[in-house]
RNA sequence: GCCCCUGUGGCCUAGCGGUAUGGCGUUACCUUGGUAAGGUAAAGGUCGCGAGUUCAAUUCUCGCCAGGGGCUCCA
């Protein structure tokens, strides 16, 4: 329900016209005027329908607040379907409004305007700071009036200037007493982690199932869902993908951007996402602004592009940003690093004229592709994501001439570099199509890894433009993609893939180091710290234990190498190194073993 | 968000209308052992949260939270 109420000098109002047959008969005709009033306009909604009682209850409280507030004798109720754009339908609306005023004529003296009419009204509102208040309830929260009412108040802020001096002191109380009361459970909650997944095909492990097993990352109730928390292992992985994508676009001239993860509503609504999706934006009101979270950069750069006047010579303009971003995905969608609320995105916008994107595409391919190959990414497989021509839920941006004209664009430089794909209508963006690959989870199904898209009117919304060769502005075109992809998911798509035995580069733990008995444990920290200073990741297990038990355990770690000490290798000043192959090689000098794996890892090699 | 499944100490797990089984890990002691789990002992749980049914609920019912599978969605 939303209510608005005027304090008036006085409200004149007439029934005119019936607005639907069903309209509320026997009503006064002619003028009626009401002196020193409180005027409410009501709109009851859908969602009121669920439990009418409790609505008109808090409905009569809150006007009873607004009115000792001010001091008033006398109440209007006014329909006033227009404060909503979901309505409950009419006979519960005014069987509501007529429950109220049964209610409140007790107390005050009460008008109810007619139901279902058009009116004609004047009236004058005293201008005082209490005069004029909205409010918005539904029958949701299930508390105690007192506290309903000075949740509503604590929500609008310049009202409660207003508020009496004694409810503001009882809406304290009560914020203590909740604190008091959540912190022991809350506390509990913090410690509860739930994930599991079954097997995939095969027997694979899922991601998540993974990233328990071998630490990397795990969901708390206490932070929420979507939301994963990434170890240091886990983040170890995260942060090599990433410095390695940023390295690679730097040396293809991308230029790095650091923008906020927020900003004003205003923002999101030039480039049309605010109207798309806000549904599925983190939204923040704060005062009187309306803030997000930003789900995409695009907007973000295209500011930094707008900031200067650009010429011709300045194209292509590459902005890149490994860019942390916000989307409320439906409950049920979430999983494991797949589909997470918050993830971090190599995103990157290339901004060019017209007559470079072939080459550009081409470049940004060729990029994705020597990502691809050094993470070890294969059995990919392209789409080409279309609009659908028929769809009519407003979906994409309304221009099919433009949309033809860019997917024609698209094929053509597709063909031309002899790429296969799939074409699959109804998959682009709202704002241009799409080349996506896909890959196949543990459990075979599909999903979007990486991304190249060309935008044919985000240019437009933002008014992104370029001076060219004879001194007239002219439209750039956009190339959006991303190079790793969001770091979670193909984090996600490695785990699998490799089923946790990750390569080299990119291991958690690329060696571990095992002692046989306590007098190998000098020199063993002595080989590991030289590891650590040449930059590798290696563990010590000194434990007294088997050795089969810790070569056990290495392996069910997925280490790269498992390097063995004992008094031979101490004599000998060697190490006993096994890979992955399970075959251990004996005299292996320390600081040939150390440079060639530094080298392994600068080479990224795959094996 | 919808449908279905799941939720037992840090991890895996048995079980059932009468507060719980075993293993891993942990801690202590013994073992100094050469490449897939050495031995003994101890500590650790209001059985996801809340309500209902019942003399009695971890067990049955409902609601909520979280995870997963399938839809839908994916800027």
């Known amino acids: ?73 006398n109440v209007v109720l006014y329909p006033y379907a227009h404060l909503s754009s979901s309505l409950s339908n009419p006979k519960a609306a005014e069987n509501l409004m ?41 029958a949701e929260e299930k508390e105690s009036p007192e506290k309903l009412s000075g949740k509503v108040k604590g929500e609008k802020s310049p009202e409660n200037l207003g508020t009496k001096k004694e409810e503001v002191e009882e809406k304290v109380k009560t914020d203590k007493k909740e604190e008091a009361v959540d912190t022991k459970e809350l506390l509990k909650k913090m410690s509860r982690v739930s994930m599991s997944a079954p097997p995939g095909k095969d027997g694979k492990k899922s991601n998540v199932e993974l990233g328990k097993e071998l630490d990397l990352y795990f969901v708390s109730e206490i932070v929420g869902g979507g939301l994963p928390l990434l170890t240091g292992k886990g983040t170890t992985i995260k942060r090599e993908i990433e410095r ?50 930003r789900p995409m950069t695009c907007p973000f750069q295209f500011v930094i592009y707008k900031h200067k006047q650009r010429s011709y010579r300045d194209l ?96 053509k430089m597709l063909d031309k570099l002899g790429l296969k794909y799939k074409e699959a209508e109804g998959e682009a963006a709202f704002y241009g199509p799409k080349l996506d690959l896909q890959y196949e989870d543990v459990y075979g199904k599909e999903d979007t890894l990486l991304t190249i898209q060309i935008d044919f009117a985000l240019p437009e919304k933002f008014d992104l433009t370029y001076v060219d060769k004879d001194g007239t502005e002219k439209r750039p075109m956009i190339i959006h993609r991303s190079s790793s992809g969001s770091t979670e998911r193909t984090m996600a798509y ?19 180091v095992l002692t046989i008995n ?73 600081d040939g073993f150390i440079s060639e794996l530094v080298q392994k890892v600068k080479d990224k090699i795959i094996e």
């Not at 798309?276 to 704060?286: D, T």
């Not at 699998?496 to 690329?510: I, Y």
Request: net charge neutral.
């Open 1 to 73: 329900m939303k209510i608005l109420t005027i304090h008036a000098d006085f409200i004149e109002f007439q029934a005119k016209k019936k607005a639907f047959p069903g309209a509320e008969e026997g009503i006064k005709e002619g003028k009626q005027r009401i002196e020193e009033c409180l005027v409410v306009f009501t709109a009851v909604e859908k969602r009121d329908e669920e439990n009418i009682k409790a609505v008109t209850d808090r409905y009569v409280q809150e006007i009873k607040n607004i009115i000792q507030q001010i001091n008033a004798q």
């Open 98 to 138: 007529k429950d109220a005023e049964r209610i409140l004529s007790g107390k005050f003296k009460v008008v109810r305007a007619p139901f279902g009419w058009y009116k004609s009204f004047d009236i004058s509102c005293k201008g005082h700071p209490l005069s004029e208040l909205s409010r918005e309830f539904s």
């Open 244 to 293: 390695f994508a940023i390295d690679e676009e730097l040396k293809r001239g991308y230029l790095h951007t650091s923008t906020p993860i927020m900003a004003k509503s205003d923002l999101y609504k030039i480039s049309g996402h605010w109207q798309h999706y806000k549904e599925g934006m983190f939204v923040l009101k704060v005062r009187d602004e309306t803030f997000a979270l």
């Open 316 to 411: 292509p303009l590459k902005y890149a940003e490994m860019s942390l971003l916000f989307r409320n995905e439906q409950s049920g969608e979430l999983r494991g690093l797949t589909r997470v609320r918050q993830f971090t995105l190599a995103d990157a916008h290339v901004i060019c004229r017209p007559d470079q994107l072939d080459e550009e595409f081409e470049k940004v391919l060729d990029l994705l592709k020597y990502v691809m190959s050094k993470l070890g990414i294969k059995d990919i497989w392209y789409r080409f994501s279309k609009y659908d021509p028929n769809d009519k839920g407003g979906k994409y941006i309304d221009n099919p001439s433009a949309w033809e004209e860019s997917q024609a664009m698209m094929k």
């Open 494 to 512: 490695l785990l699998e893939k490799t089923q946790g035995k990750l390569p080299l580069w990119l291991s958690p733990v690329q060696i571990k």
């Open 518 to 590: 306590d007098s190998n444990i000098p020199f063993a920290t002595n080989v590991v710290e030289k590891m650590k200073s040449a930059g590798l990741r290696v563990e010590l297990d000194e434990r007294v234990e088997s050795m089969g038990k810790k070569v056990r355990e290495a392996q069910l770690e997925r280490v790269n190498y498992i390097v063995t000490i004992g008094d031979k290798e101490v004599e000998k000043s060697t190490l006993a190194v096994r890979d992955r192959s399970n075959q251990t090689k004996f005299d292996v000098e320390v």
